[in-house]
């Protein structure tokens, strides 16, 4: 069976410390159909160097040199140059790592769908410390996704969303100059015009660090 692709979209800024796990993890996964593209924020350190050795070595892995927008319009930035011809859609951080089954997981999820619906999946995370020691998880919320819940709260986590070529489509409408986060207003957008599922599984190891633009706030689960 012809899988569809996946396109990974990564924005990376100053992450060469950790990049380098997360990038391995990318190429581990067990989908077999998967692009990644990357843009680069501007970084000072040595991160565009060892993308370029990556992007040299595996032709699944295109960089995009760019000025620094910010984590959020560089993100909107991704999704403006993602490929059109992708099924679906992933979006990842730079100093996380994925476990192997983390994108065939999300398909399996959204392939019980429709691809006409706007789609949009997002799971729980297992939260680690700088040397991957697991801290506990990502709570689960108390009720399901909606737009009602979705205007109070935000549950889905950037790195664990997957959206289809519906959504990105929608999303494309019309990107807002301004976002409090780029994964809330995708579950805001697709919550109200098409579906969102939230898998219970984490697949995903969610690092805690110094340097996180934005950590994990809520209550730990342990």
Known sequence: MNKGKVQILLSTYNGERYLKEQLNSLLAQDYPNIDILIRDDGSKDNTLTLLEKYSNRYPNIIVVPGENLGVIQSFFELLRISSSEAKYIAF?????????????????????????????????VTLVDENLSIIGQSEIPRRGPSFRNALVQNIATGCTIVIN?????????????????????????VSG??????????????????????GYKKNIVA
């Open 92 to 124: 990842c951080d730079q100093d996380d790592i994925w476990e192997k089954g983390k994108i065939s997981r999300a398909v399996e999820f959204l392939e019980q769908y429709s691809a006409e619906i706007p789609l949009l999946y997002c799971s729980q």
């Open 165 to 189: 070529n519906a959504s990105r489509k929608l999303l494309l409408k019309e990107i807002p100059k301004s976002a409090l986060m780029h994964d809330w207003w995708m579950y805001l957008v």
């Open 193 to 214: 015009f098409g579906k969102v599922i939230y898998d219970a599984e984490p697949k995903i190891l969610y690092r805690q660090h110094a340097s996180n633009l934005v």
